[in-house]
């Protein structure tokens, strides 16, 4: 079975500060991970996936087989960072199901 | 850009109705979903249909159904309503293994 954990419900920084965002998964086979995020009001929406490689709003995540972690990084986080996070993961190829974690409310304290 | 519209932003049904959720999306896409949302527990996934009158169960099917007649239309069906049921539905589309689009979700009270 496939599972993802998100260890923090919330988590609390200062603006200019550096965010990570934890994410540790389990899967057998290739898991493809990614990050959506939800700011207040709006529609959930797809902030990064690992495959893409890229940097979304100055966030990056890498994905960590070995440790089974795929966490999310922010250098200097900003105002409008505030949000909630949610870790998924899918089976790489094809339609599987994706499976996501419990999320994280990242607060950015002006 | 996808559109995926969900057809009531509230909803406010009692116990024991059988209550209808209606999604439509405009890109084509063969994936739709069914989740419930939920404070502390993400998002956890009711059903998905992959096809035109094809679904398949997720992790929580109990007490839902659903019904795909059309690519574009996926609906979810609470069968008898119950207060447990109460929660923020999100409907989602994808094509193949692309990422999902999500819709503005439905909050559904059940007195």
């Known amino acids: 079975a496939q599972r993802v954990t998100q260890p923090e419900k919330l988590l609390s920084v200062f603006k200019g500060a550096p965010v990570e965002l934890k994410c540790n998964y389990s899967?057998?086979?290739?898991?493809?991970l990614f990050w959506y995020v939800q700011y207040s009001r709006q529609r959930l929406q797809l902030l990064l996936r690992?495959?893409s490689r890229e940097s979304i709003k100055g966030f990056t995540a890498d994905l960590n087989k070995g440790e089974t972690s795929f966490h999310l990084k922010k250098p200097f986080a900003q105002e409008e960072d505030s949000a909630m996070y949610y870790c998924?993961?899918?089976?790489?190829?094809?339609?599987?199901?994706?499976?996501f974690g419990t999320g994280t409310k990242l607060q950015v304290i002006p | 850009d996808v559109k995926v519209t969900q057809s009531s932003r509230y909803l406010v049904k009692r116990t024991g109705e059988k209550v209808f959720l209606e999604c439509v999306q405009d890109?084509?896409?063969?994936?739709m979903f069914w989740y419930r949302q939920d404070p502390g527990l993400g998002l956890r996934l009711i059903y998905f249909?992959?096809?035109?009158?094809?679904?398949e169960k997720g992790d929580i099917p109990e007490g839902y159904s659903v019904s795909r007649e059309k690519k574009e239309r996926f609906s979810l069906i609470l069968e008898s309503a119950s207060t447990n049921q109460t929660s923020m539905y999100l409907c989602?589309?994808?094509?193949?293994?692309?990422?999902?689009?999500f819709g503005d979700g439905t909050r559904l009270s059940i007195l």
């Open positions: 899967y057998s086979g290739s898991p493809e």
């Open positions: 989602a589309s994808s094509f193949s293994d692309q990422p999902q689009h």
């Open positions: 249909s992959y096809d035109v009158k094809m679904k």
């Open positions: 890109m084509d896409h063969e994936n």
């Open positions: 998924a993961l899918k089976k790489s190829g094809g339609y599987q199901k994706v499976t």
């Open positions: 690992h495959i």
